[in-house]
């Protein structure tokens, strides 16, 4: 049964079973399997992704498709995911000590899993250009950079924002090397996880950087809008500082968070603030998501005009307006499982390392589910504004009520 962290310094049952450094693997794995779907789908929404982020085209027909060459990686890294626990299980049989013991079989998973991410194997999953492309995007957008439009700038947008779900993700990495390597003589990477290990500032600090990025990346954009000679037609910005503002709200929450932590004997008006801080995070974003990233009209007075279905918009690519209406309703509620922790018989329950792996995984398919709109959105605009995307197809034949004919 899992235990309580707070009463408990033992291994838990799921943390026997699945120790943290193979959650942090799964969950990488599943982002790959993820995109693929999404460029998968979206391919047969007639929707060019690697057109919308500028990544490398096929050059000829005989190469595999974008997310047959995803699938390709994803099964690749989940096989050899799979034969590391598999070992690691057979070592083990669930035993404490051998858990902590053999904690350098899932750090050598993961330092397998970088290893096939860096290494440009052309057999297995993109090409060598593609793979390039991709650890360089990564680069530039780790340290809040940002391309212009015409050389992939929505392709770092997607992947800042995408990083934001993995903060918890990026953490536990973080926690996973820090026990392996400098936790005392008893460290061990498969022990109870100890989410202050290196300081009670160091893993906020970590869980804050994906928000940071994104927030640089905004005032970026204001600046750039600012020193355009057409400005007078683009507007002053300002949607760009509402932007930054609501990655700033992100801050709050784990200053906050943490100083919570570290008062072991509580202190309600720090409690209420947290919650204030929280609400205001989860409610913003919710607006952002559904009003900006998605071009829906739930939220503005167009949300009753006889164009298009009640609150959402005219050109739907997707779905037919009740997955839209679907989606909705699942972003709300995942951006308010923070919530569960106003209870305090599901705050106990919030705290087990399987509640925590649950909640992860809820953001990271809440992020998944937001990449279908998100990109459709973009397609709309790059092809209502004609700028002129490489490989982009009129969007005539899917104008009106397209969505009465789909499935």
Not at 74 to 96: E, M
Not at 194 to 211: E, K, N, T, Y
Not at 345 to 369: C, H
């Amino acid at each position: 049964m899992d235990g309580d962290p707070a009463v408990e310094h033992q291994l838990d049952s799921f943390s026997l079973t699945f120790p943290l450094p193979y959650r942090v693997a799964f969950i990488v794995i599943l982002a790959v399997w993820g995109w693929g779907l999404n460029l998968h789908f979206l391919h047969l929404r007639h929707i060019d992704v690697p057109a919308l982020i500028r990544y490398p085209g096929r050059s000829n027909g005989s190469q595999l498709s974008h997310h047959h060459s995803t699938y390709r990686l994803a099964s690749f890294l989940s096989l050899t995911s799979a034969a590391s626990i598999v070992i690691f299980w057979l070592c083990t049989r669930r035993d404490p000590q051998r858990v902590i013991d053999y904690d350098w079989l899932p750090m050598t998973n993961l330092l397998a899993l970088a290893a096939l991410f860096a290494i440009p194997l052309r057999r297995l999953s993109l090409s060598h250009t593609g793979r390039s492309r991709l650890l360089w995007t990564l680069r530039r957008v780790s340290v809040g950079g940002l391309a212009e439009a015409k050389d992939g700038k929505f392709g770092d947008i997607l992947l800042a924002d995408v990083l934001t779900s993995y903060a918890k993700i990026l953490a536990d990495l973080f926690v996973c090397l820090c026990m392996f390597l400098f936790d005392g003589r008893e460290g061990s990477a498969t022990a109870r996880p100890d989410r202050a290990c290196g300081g009670a500032v160091l893993v906020p600090f970590i869980m804050a950087l994906p928000s940071a990025i994104r927030l640089r990346q905004c005032l970026i954009e204001f600046l750039r809008v600012r020193r355009a000679p057409y400005m007078e037609a683009t507007g002053w910005g300002g949607q760009h500082l509402a932007n930054a503002a609501k990655y700033s709200t992100a801050f709050p929450v784990l200053v906050l968070g943490a100083m919570l932590r570290s008062r072991k004997e509580g202190s309600p008006g720090l409690y209420r603030a947290w919650v204030a801080a929280c609400l205001i995070n989860s409610l913003y974003s919710f607006y952002w998501d559904v009003t900006k990233d998605w071009d829906l009209t739930l939220f503005s007075v167009d949300r009753d005009s006889p164009d298009h279905p009640f609150g959402l918009r005219r050109t739907l690519l997707v779905h037919k307006p009740g997955v839209y209406y679907v989606v909705i309703v699942l972003d709300l509620v995942l951006r308010c499982t923070w919530m569960i922790k106003l209870s305090p018989q599901m705050d106990r329950i919030s705290d087990f390392e399987s509640s925590i792996f649950l909640i992860q995984f809820l953001e990271v398919f809440r992020r998944w589910v937001w990449i279908f709109f998100r990109v459709e959105t973009e397609w709309i605009r790059n092809a209502s504004t004609g700028l002129g995307l490489d490989n982009m197809v009129l969007l005539g034949d899917f104008q009106g009520n397209k969505y009465e004919d789909e499935d």
